[in-house]
């Protein structure tokens, strides 16, 4: 059973720095591109970042650019969400995801592409 567990959420003042962590378990973590979502109150789950299998190549949404980086450490079977200079419409549910098929598919914006979701992680920066 695959299992994706998110941490390093919680509550941050405007311009400081979270790190998320979600670890996986039950998948070949180094062979499958992995993806952060967020959802905020009253608002659709969006796509933040991803990463290819290997690390080689990330795509993210425009407003986290130069803020957030994602990246991997497939010794621990673990992908980061670093994200700085947090403002308080970064406020959300932050979910990891695992792509669906394993191997060298690119990066992917499109929920639909991920078959196994974390829990969520709460987010909250206040102004």
């Known amino acids: 059973q695959v299992r994706l567990v998110e941490s390093g959420g919680g509550l941050v003042q405007a311009g400081g720095s979270l790190r998320l962590s979600c670890a996986v378990s039950?998948?070949?973590?180094?062979?499958?591109?992995m993806g952060w979502f967020r959802q905020a109150p009253g608002k659709e789950r969006e796509f933040v970042a991803a990463i290819t299998w290997s690390g080689g190549s990330t795509y993210y949404r425009d407003s986290v650019k130069g803020r957030f980086t994602i990246f991997r450490d497939n010794a621990k079977n673990t992908v980061y969400l670093q994200m700085n200079d947090l403002k308080p419409e970064d406020t959300a549910v932050y979910y990891c995801?695992?792509?669906?098929?394993?191997?060298?598919?690119?990066?992917?914006?499109?929920?639909?592409?991920?078959?196994?979701w974390g829990q969520g992680t709460q987010v909250t920066v206040s102004s």
């Open positions: 995801a695992s792509h669906r098929r394993w191997g060298p598919v690119g990066v992917t914006t499109n929920q639909e592409e991920y078959d196994c």
């Open positions: 039950g998948r070949t973590f180094s062979r499958y591109a």
